[in-house]
């Protein structure tokens, strides 16, 4: 390919709100998302609207004891598309009396038609200080729900992975991140899938800082199905990383054949056994000084991760031998 020179917008599309959440390129669509719980498709080559559909009414910032997303909270969670029924899945925030409740909403991509609608809060939460910011994900036919807090860690909030069936029928499954308080998975790129179905999260800082491990800054493998946690890894020392906010969760998990790359918010990276994470400080290799601190979903492509460092663009390179050599 010819080397890239100046690059120039195709189209802009004014839409209702602020865009939190990434878009989707579905065929000849893109759907995009806005806090105030609308929903667009865009005819990707000219971004005319095709359809639009308002689910909800979004939650006053005003009205959430804590938070940086104003003035209004909507669908902040990077919807999925599921391309065996063809439906968009979005979690919309809405008031309600006086709190707040959080629905998965499946649209037909093609039209916009509502196809599932269902409340999807863990039960004992408590909705105002739940934050649903991380992409969603889609595994053995269920569509998959994280939860952390807001900026500013008010309230008694604690890390959820919540796995409904993309029908909107049928059990739902809850898995608590966490024993105590905190321990959101906020990572904006949602959960990473491995080829079996199972679910990697990554949990920021708990409220613990010494004593029993609290569950808190970890990488976490869970069957979306069963909702049972299978393994997990934290470093050795994941109560200081409490104290001083120094946790994995601000990225997702890469999944890199049968291993598991994963940084956060130290200059310190992971690599993980897929079958076996590690436990708490048991990773297979770390790596010191490749990435300054990691924010966001890392991209993939072979044995080559690609991490979104404070940095700069980081390319790491994962060896047969299970060496990391860090490259540009």
Not at 17 to 36: C, F, M, N, W
Not at 196 to 202: E, P, Q, R, T, W
Not at 262 to 282: D, F, M, P, R, S
Not at 283 to 296: D, E, I, N, V, W
């Amino acid at each position: 390919m010819p080397a890239p020179s100046a690059l120039q917008p195709a189209w802009r599309a004014t839409l209702d709100g602020v865009v939190q959440a990434s878009p989707l390129v579905i065929g000849d669509l893109v759907i995009a998302a806005t806090e105030q719980n609308t929903v667009y498709g865009l005819r990707r080559t000219t971004g005319r609207v095709v359809w639009s559909r308002h689910l909800a009414a979004p939650v006053p910032a005003a009205s959430l004891p804590c938070g940086n997303i104003t003035p209004v909270v909507g669908i902040t969670g990077t919807p999925v598309f599921d391309s065996v029924s063809g439906q968009v899945f979005a979690v919309t925030s809405t008031p309600s009396g006086s709190g707040v409740r959080h629905d998965l909403v499946g649209l037909d991509y093609r039209t916009g038609r509502q196809t599932v609608r269902r409340n999807v809060d863990p039960a004992g939460s408590d909705p105002r200080v739940q934050n649903q910011r991380g992409a969603l994900g889609l595994a053995k036919g269920r569509v998959l729900v994280t939860y952390g807090g807001h900026a500013g860690d008010c309230g008694n909030y604690h890390g959820y992975l919540v796995s409904v069936p993309a029908t909107g029928a049928g059990a739902v499954t809850v898995v608590r991140i966490g024993t105590g308080r905190e321990a959101g998975l906020w990572q904006p790129s949602g959960p990473s899938v491995d080829r079996f179905g199972n679910a990697y999260v990554v949990a920021g800082n708990g409220s613990a800082t010494g004593g029993a491990y609290d569950g808190s800054d970890s990488v976490n493998k869970v069957d979306p199905a069963t909702g049972r946690l299978l393994s997990r890894f934290a470093p050795s020392g994941w109560a200081a990383d409490n104290a001083r906010d120094l946790d994995l969760g601000s990225s997702g998990a890469a999944l890199v054949g049968d291993k598991v790359w994963v940084q956060g918010k130290t200059g310190t990276g992971y690599l993980l056994q897929q079958g076996a994470l590690g436990g708490i400080g048991h990773p297979l290799r770390s790596l010191r000084g490749a990435c300054a601190t990691q924010f966001g979903g890392p991209a993939v492509h072979n044995n080559v991760v690609i991490a979104p460092c404070t940095d700069g663009l980081r390319q790491l390179v994962l060896r047969s031998d299970g060496s990391i050599v860090a490259g540009w």
